[in-house]
């Protein structure tokens, strides 16, 4: 194999939650009288309460970050319990292979431990998964390149020995800050003529990642 680990981020990229994210911030925002567009909330994805109040401020001229974020965790938390997630194509499929062929596996995701869990048992992804690296185990979230210097590190790894797989731009520039060969498994918007330097591959799902490795 050319490459010895493979970092997955989870929300978009395993499962396809990204877009409940993006509505409920939306209407947790709205809920408290911010006017919130899909856009907004696009461009929060993967960062920290600390990113994420500075980006909101810079829209809105402040924002109250702990009770629309509550609100977020209840709408989505009600919806999760009722319909449940489901896995992005190919997830399965690639991490089956992975571990099939000795590939190293870790999880890089801004999402609680005990979330992250949770969400991959329901869908049967979790017991694939060798390492987690979550948010709150590093001091800097993404766009910075902690988390995945951290995965590579519970992995035994050098970064450039691992492919790093993201949705999302804020993803996309840690893992290639860390020195990860980063592909770009698009959700809910494509690369920008900025990030397509930063890329080792563009795929259309994950199983298409699997001849890569």
Not at 2 to 14: A, P, R, S, V
Not at 40 to 59: D, V, W
Request: proline share 5%; charged share 25%.
């Amino acid at each position: 194999m050319k490459f010895k680990g493979l970092i997955f981020d989870m929300d978009g990229l395993l499962l396809d939650t990204e877009k409940l994210y993006v509505r409920f911030w939306t209407e947790a925002a709205r809920f408290y009288g911010y006017p919130m567009e899909f856009e907004h909330a696009l461009s929060i994805r993967s960062l920290n309460r600390q990113f994420t109040t500075e980006k909101l401020a810079g829209y809105f001229g402040s924002f109250d970050y702990v009770p629309v974020h509550d609100k977020r965790v209840e709408l989505m938390d009600a919806y999760i319990k009722e319909h449940g997630v489901e896995a992005k194509k190919g997830a399965k499929e690639l991490l089956e292979f992975a571990k099939q062929n000795g590939v190293k596996i870790a999880l890089a995701t801004s999402s609680p431990f005990e979330r992250a869990k949770e969400h991959l048992e329901s869908v049967g992804l979790f017991k694939y998964f060798d390492e987690f690296a979550c948010g709150s185990m590093v001091k800097n979230s993404k766009p910075k390149p902690d988390i995945y210097l951290l995965a590579c590190e519970k992995l035994n790894l050098k970064p450039e020995e691992c492919i790093a797989l993201e949705d999302s731009p804020n993803g996309v520039i840690s893992a290639s800050t860390a020195g990860c060969a980063t592909i770009m498994v698009p959700d809910l918007d494509k690369p920008t003529e900025d990030l397509i330097p930063l890329l080792y591959s563009v795929c259309d799902d994950l199983s298409c990642v699997i001849p890569l490795l």
